[in-house]
């Protein structure tokens, strides 16, 4: 079993719909999880963290994070061309200085 | 200000070449990592540096040799690579290793 995983896509959704990006996670002694933007050619770009199980939301992004089930998710609502990009989950593990990343989940946002 | 600044952006280098890339940081992080990246693939963690020591090395090749000369700064000095070593090499940030970390924006290596 991957330590992280992702739906490899591409996740194509019709512009202004909400996007709803998935990833489950092995080790339940992980603390930390991250989800990051990666444009084709670019580095990955921070989009949000969480560390406590529930809702996070930041504009149009809303982290969902279920310790119990091992589930970290990501929604976009309101989804524009832009947002067309590999997201990438990360998790860290409790007391350990090394992010895990999954493979990435391509988006299509459709005009 | 969250920004992680990588020199050079794009290196060409011969097998038989030592070149360095560059790294550095103004935000009073505490931890340092580089990342290996090919196409299509997720981001690789090659090493870790924690309050300039390096903690991880996750079995890297002695090819790659990093080095942390302060809290601000990262190398990582490259030595008679093979072609398979091109890829986009990432550095990173974080203000202890367990909070979100922040990227550079990488350097394109291709070793020819």
């Known amino acids: 079993q991957k330590e992280v995983e992702q739906n490899s896509g591409p996740l194509s959704v019709p512009e202004g719909a909400i996007a709803s990006l998935n990833c489950t996670y092995s080790?339940?002694?992980?603390?930390?999880f991250f989800w990051y933007r990666q444009y084709s050619g670019k580095s990955p770009e921070l989009i949000m963290s969480?560390?406590?199980?529930g809702d996070k939301e930041d504009g149009r992004f809303t982290a969902q994070l279920n310790k119990a089930s091992q589930y970290v998710s990501l929604l976009i609502r309101d989804s524009q061309p832009s947002d067309s990009a590999t997201y990438l989950c990360?998790?860290?593990?409790?007391?350990?200085?090394?992010?895990?990343f999954g493979t990435g989940t391509k988006l299509q946002v459709i005009p | 200000d969250t920004e992680v600044t990588q020199t050079p952006k794009h290196l060409v280098m011969g097998m038989t070449n030592k070149k360095s890339l560059k790294c550095e940081q103004h935000?009073?992080?505490?931890?340092m990592y580089w990342y290996k990246q090919k196409a299509k693939k997720p981001p690789e963690l090659m090493f870790v540096?924690?309050?300039?020591?390096?903690?991880i090395n996750e079995s890297v090749p002695s090819r790659f040799s990093p080095e942390c000369p302060n809290s601000s700064l990262l190398n990582l000095h490259l030595h008679a690579l093979q072609p398979e070593d091109s890829a986009l090499y990432l550095c990173?940030?974080?203000?202890?290793?367990?909070?979100?970390?922040?990227f550079g924006q990488g350097t394109r290596l291709t070793v020819v």
């Open positions: 540096y924690s309050y300039e020591k390096l903690s």
């Open positions: 990360a998790v860290n593990k409790r007391g350990y200085q090394k992010v895990t």
């Open positions: 969480i560390y406590s199980n």
């Open positions: 990173a940030s974080s203000q202890d290793g367990y909070t979100e970390a922040f």
């Open positions: 935000m009073g992080h505490r931890a």
């Open positions: 080790d339940r002694g992980s603390q930390s």
